[in-house]
């Protein structure tokens, strides 16, 4: 269970009203939820089973500002979203992270299909190209599949998990 510090700020209602659309549309699980939500933020943990994969959502949010004369300013909000699959219906190998430094080893092939930071290994390259329109659509920054286990990793707010079953699509298809 979500731990709410229930406060009377818009900020608050934004991230509670957030959490809630989010658990609402995995409803279908049956979810089981914890961690806080304040007007700063939250930090929660959500799990759930889907078909035979068991899924592990970090969802984080941190909102920062600048101290300014008078009133704070450039406030920003600060998301690090981690998403865990076990029985994952793939059993391609799939790496991809941002790394000036790994992507000088990357083929000349792969390098031409994702763009610079991005270094990826694949087990199988035809998957390569819708690959690479998944990761620009959704900013993914991390993206690791092996031994039937998915870990994906993005810096943007997400709103629901269209960004896993389209991954199952690429890699079941492909």
């Known amino acids: 269970m979500i731990n709410y510090e229930i406060e009377d700020s818009p900020f608050f209602e934004e991230n509670k009203n957030y959490l809630e659309s989010f658990l609402n549309n995995c409803s279908d699980y049956n979810p089981e939820s914890s961690g806080n939500c304040n007007s700063f933020g939250f930090d929660v943990e959500i799990k759930f089973s889907k078909n035979q994969e068991q899924y592990v959502l970090n969802l984080k949010k941190k909102q ?3 101290n300014g004369i008078l009133i704070p300013v450039n406030a920003g909000n600060n998301f690090e979203n ?8 793939s059993d391609k190998k799939v790496t991809v992270s ?3 430094l790994k992507r000088f080893l990357m083929s000349n ?5 994702f763009p610079a ?8 390259e035809n998957i390569a190209d819708d690959l690479s ?4 659509k959704f900013d993914i920054d991390e993206l690791e599949i092996t031994n039937r286990k998915l870990k994906l990793k993005t810096f943007k707010k997400i709103e629901n998990l269209d960004v896993i079953d389209e991954i199952v699509k690429t890699l079941t298809t492909g």
Not at 82 to 89: E, S, T
Not at 133 to 136: G, N, Q
Request: proline share 6%; net charge positive.
């Open 133 to 136: 329109a998944l990761i620009t």
């Open 98 to 100: 941002k790394s000036s």
């Open 64 to 66: 920062s500002t600048q």
């Open 109 to 113: 092939k792969l390098k031409d299909r």
């Open 117 to 124: 930071p991005y270094f990826v290994e694949l087990s199988e």
């Open 82 to 89: 981690k998403i865990g699959v076990i029985n994952f219906p």
